[in-house]
């Protein structure tokens, strides 16, 4: 699955399908792995409703379980984006069940990472205001909920940290506190483009305060903030050691 998700990353640019913010692992709690059409039935299913092609609709779906494992129908995504579109079906025409995946852009009202330009359809400011620049566009923008001035914010709070923090060990402190808020990938982001930390510790620095989310505790705290600063100091360490060269 790793190598799948390491595929279709690399095809995404290493962003997730729906907002573009940055995703720089695939490891869980990192970024998901998104459905376009959604793989099983919606949890509330009103039958009637699932054959509408109504927006309001689209949550209810009877999903489409023989496209689970067909590449075409997955995209990475950050789990914000994920968890709002949920069951919601992309379908252009819901009436009847396709027999084979559609693979052309006019089967969608949705951006698929797969088959549309994200640049034709959304745009997006250096203040990161989204705008929908078609029906496609303005669907994936409601749906995520990338018009919520709230939940755009929160993909910024990681930046908001390092500007609030006077060094690193402070930043560490503040993004453990917060790290429910904020996640794994945005930590990632600003511990490697803010600090200069290469990805593979960044990767494990956050690694260890997801595992300290499921604990939590003061003294859980202390010990994941003890060994995030012990893994950097290695890593220095083993940066600044001079390589040794084989010669032939």
Not at 52 to 58: D, L, M
Not at 95 to 119: E, F, I, M, N, R
Not at 133 to 155: F, P, Y
């Amino acid at each position: 699955m790793y190598a799948l998700r390491e595929w279709l990353l690399e095809k995404q640019n290493f962003r997730c399908a729906y907002c573009q913010m940055p995703i720089t692992s695939v490891r869980l709690g990192h970024c998901e792995l998104d459905h376009v059409l959604p793989k099983a039935p919606s949890s509330k299913l009103n039958r009637k409703l699932a054959r509408s092609n109504a927006p309001e609709h689209r949550y209810h779906t009877f999903g489409y379980r023989r496209f689970k494992f067909v590449p075409q129908n997955l995209a990475v995504t950050c789990k914000q984006c994920n968890t709002f579109k949920g069951s919601f079906d992309p379908l252009s025409d819901r009436a009847k069940s396709p027999g084979k995946l559609p693979y052309v852009p006019v089967a969608y009202c949705w951006v698929h990472p797969q088959l549309h330009d994200y640049t034709q359809h959304i745009s997006i400011d250096q203040e990161w205001f989204y705008k929908g620049l078609s029906k496609q566009g303005r669907n994936t923008i409601r749906v995520c909920k990338l018009d919520k001035a709230e939940v755009v914010s929160r993909k910024r709070q990681a930046d908001a940290l390092v500007a609030q923090s006077n060094n690193l060990e402070d930043f560490l402190i503040k993004y453990g506190a917060q790290f429910e808020n904020i996640g794994a990938t945005q930590g990632i982001v600003a511990l490697t483009s803010s600090y200069g930390i290469d990805a593979a510790t960044a990767d494990e620095i956050t690694a260890m305060f997801a595992d300290y989310s499921l604990s939590k505790g003061a003294e859980a705290f202390c010990r994941t903030l003890a060994a995030a600063l012990e893994r950097v100091r290695n890593a220095s360490v083993a940066a600044a050691s001079p390589q040794t060269v084989n010669e032939h």
